[in-house]
């Protein structure tokens, strides 16, 4: 057998038995799962290791063990799964199945944060904007929430407007900033228009403003005379 077909046929061996365990789980014939998953993560299977760490925790298919769903979610975590390594540093953020160790979450989630994953990038900008185990790091924080935001996560979404009105970088706030509006988030009107005035674009910031007094708030109310905004 040529080396292109063998490794081919191992390729397809080993998506079949994902498939076949993934199945089992599926049906919940957890037990069958379990000795599947099993098999694949002692050869060395990521996808594998993390779902039986995920069945240790939950005991699923087999008795309920902490220690060694801890134990395969660490093995995938070395071998560069982002997902594992998430979960890892969550647990070591909140305190869950291990001690709290913050300085052992900080290192779990930039691993997982520089492979793109955004969960990671949303929760190590919290940890950057708290300062916690590390320096407090505003900046840092609207970058990370930046990269999440643009693969779509909401709460980064919700927050980098915000972030980066405390850096003063009104363009890139106000872009947030409206998306935050047009999702119905009546606290941006109000952002918006105080924006808008600062930058003296006051036809725009007439425009949050109203919407943000429909609302009720009273800022937007002082702010409407401050700027007498009824006058664009």
């Given at each position: 057998m040529q080396y292109t077909v063998l490794v081919?046929?191992?390729l397809t061996v080993g998506l079949y038995a994902q498939q076949s365990a993934l199945e089992a789980f599926k049906k919940?014939?957890?037990?069958?799962?379990f000795q599947r998953y099993e098999q694949q993560a002692n050869e060395g299977n990521v996808t594998a290791q993390n779902a039986l760490s995920y069945l240790y925790f939950n005991g699923l298919g087999t008795q309920q063990s902490h220690t060694k769903g801890l134990e395969w979610l660490r093995k995938a975590a070395m071998l560069k799964s982002a997902r594992a390594q998430y979960d890892l540093g969550m647990f070591y953020l909140q305190g869950n199945h291990v001690t709290q160790n913050y300085k052992a979450a900080l290192q779990w989630l930039q691993k997982a944060s520089a492979q793109g994953y955004p969960d990671a990038q949303y929760n190590l900008a919290l940890m950057y904007y708290r300062g916690d185990a590390t320096d407090q790091n505003v900046t840092k924080t609207a970058e990370l929430l930046e990269q999440a935001a643009q693969q779509g996560h909401k709460g980064a979404i919700a927050n980098i407007g915000r972030i980066y009105m405390q850096l003063l970088d009104f363009e890139n706030a106000a872009l947030w900033l409206e998306k935050n509006a047009l999702n119905n988030d009546t606290e941006a009107y109000y952002l918006l228009a105080e924006i808008y005035c600062a930058q003296e674009k006051f036809a725009q910031a007439k425009q949050w403003?109203?919407?943000?007094?429909?609302?009720?708030?009273?800022?937007?109310?002082?702010?409407?005379?401050?700027?007498?905004?009824?006058?664009?």
């Open positions: 081919l046929w191992i919940q014939d957890y037990k069958t799962a403003a109203q919407k943000a007094k429909e609302h009720g708030n009273a800022q937007a109310e002082a702010l409407w005379k401050k700027y007498r905004l009824q006058e664009y």
